[in-house]
């Protein structure tokens, strides 16, 4: 009992009254002795009184802590057990020893006492065995039991586990993020390829087939559609239909190909998504940036960006070739302008740089030096690739000058200084990165399709995905870029290698305009046998691309699947030529070759006729490439790429299948 209670009658106010008290009696019997008796005899009553009265209290106190302290015990159990919260005791064996009512509503049994964790809550032994915390000494896990969100707070300490539903706060949360709201543009890509030699009655009908087949789909997955022109659409939808639209893998993708498939060029769509911010107008702009990845990448998919997160699908055919050279000329036109506004000019491309880099890079060199601004091309060093070029080139001294290292380039650079960027868009591919940092002004010029790293901030970008090489993009910019055009034999040549080696000798990746570079080339002098003299084969490269094919085999029916062995040591040049080897074999649609490279990393080529994209299995593998063309690196054991490139395989199977 508090001492407050015990004793607060004789507090210190209580002692100084009786002692005044006291001293007046003593004062009245000084003068009256029987008046003094009498205020004795009455001081002592009420002290007599006043501690019967203590006496009775502290009896009547006690009792009523003791009724209180039985009525506690007796409702205690009572109300632990009507807690609206669960509470479950468990043991060292991880088996429940109690638990409160709670619980039993929760697994709809009787009783779970001896019950072992593992089987009433399965994710919950592990953590109860690690004591994981958030640094109070308890764990946080969220569990779904008979439909139902539990969040557990789990004490380890005390082997405690707190049970609260929050299946209320888990719907709305659901229901929050499901409504959220998403913004997309679909976009007939190649409309004017499509419909060319048509009337405008065809054209119109054929808008007209393809504008059902989306307000279907549309209606279908319960989207917001709005026309915008004749080629292109307004979508807006909630997170949910998103989702939908996902695991339907945008089916509509295939109706509108299949639904046009009887016309020279089949019509394609190219869609682009974006949701998970709150600003209408920051998703707009990440629609329609979306909507230029998939562009970018050669059209016929959709690129949906969810904050950090890019998934592409689609993308199973071939960028469609542009019949018109207008963009050309102003990419021309707007590169010249930047040359001449420029104190020097460097040109780069991708590390362990091939003909295409070499050829796109001499071209852009030539433009340069039309209109005499100082040009240089950076090689980060030789590579047997190109040996032969690079021996050719020596000849040529004032090309030769031409040529400088990355540290020569970083000491070139200035804030006025125009950096061109050839065959790659990815600033972690080029030969040195520090480059593009510097830059202030950045030119890409590629054909690659498109990927999630890019160069925002460039100002010019020629990026066209139907392109066979940098080298032809290269070449109808020179054929604009000045009135007129004078290219050396070995420049011309150049080029023309650079084009030879990326179409497989014009088998594959290939257009009318392919070709009509290649005519002018031979105009300006190329050497048709010069480039054969620079693409032959070594004997004992012949022979070791005969040591890794020997390892092939097929798998999928068409597919070609090559691993080097351990500890051999291949360079990436020699891996890609046996991909394209590979693609010569009775029945082989698609190959790809696995084998470890003089830098440690792991390299990975692959290669397809066209009816499967290998581009999508490089990116899944951190990768990236084109539709027939693909590469990738990775770091680990050839056996773990092996086993990882297959789980992709195994997936895209099973998504939307493999081929075409």
């Known amino acids: 009992m508090p001492k407050l209670l015990q004793k607060r009658w004789y507090g210190y106010q209580t002692v100084w009254v009786f002692m005044l008290e006291l001293l007046l009696v003593i004062f009245v019997s000084y003068y009256n002795w029987i008046l003094g008796l009498v205020s004795l005899c009455l001081v002592g009553g009420l002290a007599y009184v006043m501690l019967q009265a203590e006496r009775r209290f502290r009896k009547e106190l006690v009792k009523y802590v003791t009724d209180l302290t039985y009525r506690i015990k007796r409702v205690e159990g009572e109300a632990v057990s009507r807690l609206p919260f669960g509470l479950l005791l468990y043991g060292e064996d991880r088996t429940v020893e109690w638990h409160n009512r709670f619980v039993l509503g929760m697994f709809g049994r009787g009783s779970v006492v001896g019950v072992s964790l593992s089987e009433l809550l399965p994710p919950l032994p592990q953590l109860v065995h690690d004591k994981k915390d958030h640094g109070n000494g308890r764990s946080l896990?969220?569990?779904?039991?008979?439909?139902?969100?539990?969040?557990?707070?789990?004490?380890?300490?005390?082997?405690?586990?707190?049970?609260?539903?929050?299946?209320e706060l888990a719907v709305l949360r659901e229901r929050y993020e499901n409504e959220k709201v998403a913004l997309g543009i679909v976009m007939l890509d190649n409309l004017d390829e499509a419909a060319q030699g048509m009337d405008d009655q065809q054209r119109t009908a054929l808008i007209a087939r393809v504008a059902t087949a989306i307000t279907d789909w549309a209606k279908q997955y319960r989207l917001y559609l709005r026309r915008l022109s004749s080629e292109r659409y307004l979508m807006i939808m909630n997170q949910k239909s998103l989702n939908q639209l996902e695991q339907s893998r945008f089916v509509i993708l295939d109706e509108v190909r299949e639904m046009t498939a009887d016309l020279k060029v089949p019509m394609t769509l190219s869609i682009g998504l974006a949701f998970g911010t709150e600003s209408l107008s920051e998703l707009g702009e990440l629609a329609q940036s979306s909507l230029d990845m998939a562009l970018g990448r050669g059209g016929d998919q959709a690129a949906v960006k969810a904050g950090q997160r890019m998934s592409f699908y689609g993308g199973k055919t071939g960028a469609v070739e542009k019949r018109t050279r207008v963009r050309a000329r102003v990419i021309a036109h707007a590169l010249r302008d930047l040359m001449q506004e420029s104190d020097r000019v460097i040109i780069m491309g991708h590390r362990v740089p091939d003909f295409d880099v070499i050829g796109s890079s001499i071209g852009v060199l030539k433009a340069a030096d039309m209109y005499n601004v100082e040009a240089h091309i950076v090689l980060d060093g030789p590579n047997p690739g190109i040996t032969r070029l690079l021996d050719r080139i020596e000849q040529e001294d004032a090309l030769l000058r031409r040529f400088v290292t990355p540290e020569q380039a970083l000491s070139m650079m200035t804030p006025n200084t125009l950096l061109v960027l050839v065959d790659t868009h990815k600033p972690s591919l080029t030969m040195e990165p520090r480059l593009v940092s510097a830059a202030k002004r950045v030119v890409v010029v590629d054909h690659h399709r498109r990927g999630e790293e890019f160069i925002n901030d460039a100002v010019l970008v020629y990026l066209e995905p139907y392109a066979s090489s940098a080298a032809e993009l290269v070449t109808e910019l020179l054929q604009y870029i000045h009135e007129k055009v004078e290219l050396s034999p070995l420049e011309a040549t150049s080029l023309l290698a650079g084009i030879t080696v990326d179409t497989k000798h014009f088998a594959l990746h290939t257009g009318s305009r392919t070709f009509e570079a290649a005519a002018f080339l031979r105009r300006m002098g190329a050497d048709t046998v010069m480039v054969q003299r620079l693409l032959k084969e070594?004997?004992?490269?012949?022979?070791?691309?005969?040591?890794?094919?020997?390892?092939?085999?097929?798998?999928?029916?068409?597919i070609a699947l090559a691993v080097t062995e351990p500890n051999r040591k291949i360079p990436q040049m020699l891996i890609a030529q046996v991909a394209d080897t590979l693609l010569n074999m009775t029945n082989v649609l698609a190959s790809f070759v696995i084998s470890e490279r003089p830098d440690g990393l792991i390299g990975i080529s692959a290669r397809s006729l066209g009816s499967m994209n290998v581009q999508v299995v490089m990116e899944r593998l951190g990768g990236g490439g084109h539709l027939t063309n693909a590469a990738a690196q990775l770091e680990g054991t050839q056996a773990e790429a092996e086993k990882r490139l297959l789980e992709v395989l195994e997936q895209i199977d099973k998504e939307e299948g493999l081929f075409e």
């Open 141 to 167: 896990v969220e569990v779904i039991v008979n439909e139902r969100y539990y969040e557990l707070t789990i004490d380890a300490d005390e082997r405690m586990i707190y049970i609260h539903d929050m299946t």
């Open 538 to 558: 070594d004997l004992q490269e012949y022979i070791a691309k005969a040591d890794i094919i020997k390892h092939a085999r097929i798998i999928y029916n068409h």
